[in-house]
């Protein structure tokens, strides 16, 4: 019995070891990929390049919005579905760009985690609303330590994860006027390790990404603890669709994290009622953001990667999509 055994288990090591890839969890998803959208064919100014993408997000027209850390373009780059250059602003308005969102009037929000702030702008580029003092690190009701994202409630109140130097989740007002923050560090129930992410379904439950506790947790909207999940990795952002879909970019733990510096990530479609993961596939990535079938990732390799469904097929009489792209 013991010599079947042992045979049983040399047998099972050794087709792992012939097999050598481990699968995708919830099956691979079938996408290819744009790896230099923005850049190739390049349309923008004379000598724009980017530096390290941060984040990217889409307004209702289908537009891309880039925000990158390069001094060879404009912080914040915008470009039509086809990845043509459109417009830009920002330079020299920016302490260190991390996070970008669209709300549903097409105003664009960024987190700047160098000068402690948060910025609202029409999406032509003008200022409408700061908050946070300028490079003063605060932990009050008008500052900030280094804020990373932000999220939109169904009645227009929204939450900003701050983030890198406080671990706590702030809420404000439609209008914008402070109402309450919840988190500090630690591990329990509420509690953060540098909240990097925040996100909100259409029941108005909030999602914030504890990146260095390797857990997704949730609240309702009074920041109550609801439930988390550990078995997402250490999760760098998630995107909430109006249909109730979620996609993140995540890694598998926050050493892998640091080490690779946001490389051997994983793009993850999840089940927003189980936290069942549907799909996986590779990829870099700080940032995601999804419009219909579309996948944007912002990547600190100097990247936005566009995914679009599509596995080597091609239109009938075609062999376009049989060519790989390097």
């Not at 994202?149 to 989740?169: C, K, L, P, Q, T």
């Not at 909430?240 to 995540?250: A, R, S, V, Y």
């Not at 091609?314 to 792209?325: D, F, Q, R, V």
Request: proline share 5%.
């Amino acid at each position: 019995m013991t010599r079947t055994i042992l045979l049983t288990l040399t047998t099972c090591i050794c087709l792992a070891e012939q097999n050598g890839w481990y699968p995708h969890e919830g099956g691979l998803m079938k996408y290819r990929v744009q790896i230099r959208f923005g850049e190739e064919p390049d349309t923008t100014p004379d000598g724009w390049k980017f530096g390290r993408v941060s984040a990217v997000a889409t307004d209702s027209s289908g537009l891309v919005y880039v925000f990158q850390r390069g001094p060879k373009a404009d912080p914040l780059v915008v470009f039509d579905a086809t990845g043509k250059y459109v417009r830009s602003w920002g330079k020299g308005l920016f302490g260190n760009p991390h996070g970008l969102r669209i709300d549903r009037q097409d105003h664009v929000w960024i987190t700047d985690n160098g000068d402690h702030q948060v910025m609202e702008f029409t999406n032509q580029g003008k200022l409408m609303h700061t908050w946070g003092i300028k490079g003063k690190a605060g932990t009050d009701d008008k500052t900030f330590n280094r804020p990373t994202d932000i999220a939109f409630a169904s009645n227009g109140d929204f939450y900003i994860s701050d983030g890198y130097g406080n671990s706590r989740v702030v809420k404000f007002s439609r209008a914008g006027n402070y109402l309450f923050a919840w988190g500090k560090r630690g591990t329990g129930p509420g509690e953060f390790n540098i909240p990097h992410s925040v996100a909100v379904d259409s029941h108005d439950t909030v999602y914030v990404s504890d990146r260095e506790n390797n857990r997704i947790q949730t609240f309702d909207p009074n920041g109550k603890f609801l439930r988390q999940w550990t078995h997402l990795g250490c999760t760098q952002n998630m995107f909430i669709t109006p249909k109730d879909e979620m996609w993140i970019i995540t890694h598998r733990n926050n050493i892998e994290n640091i080490t690779y510096d946001t490389l051997a990530g994983r793009i993850m479609h999840i089940d927003l009622a189980t936290g069942k993961i549907i799909g996986a596939m590779e990829s870099p990535g700080h940032w995601i953001t999804v419009r219909n079938t579309d996948i944007y990732i912002a990547s600190l390799t100097g990247n936005v990667f566009h995914w679009y469904p599509g596995w080597l097929q091609a239109p009938a009489g075609s062999t376009e999509g049989l060519k790989p792209n390097n």
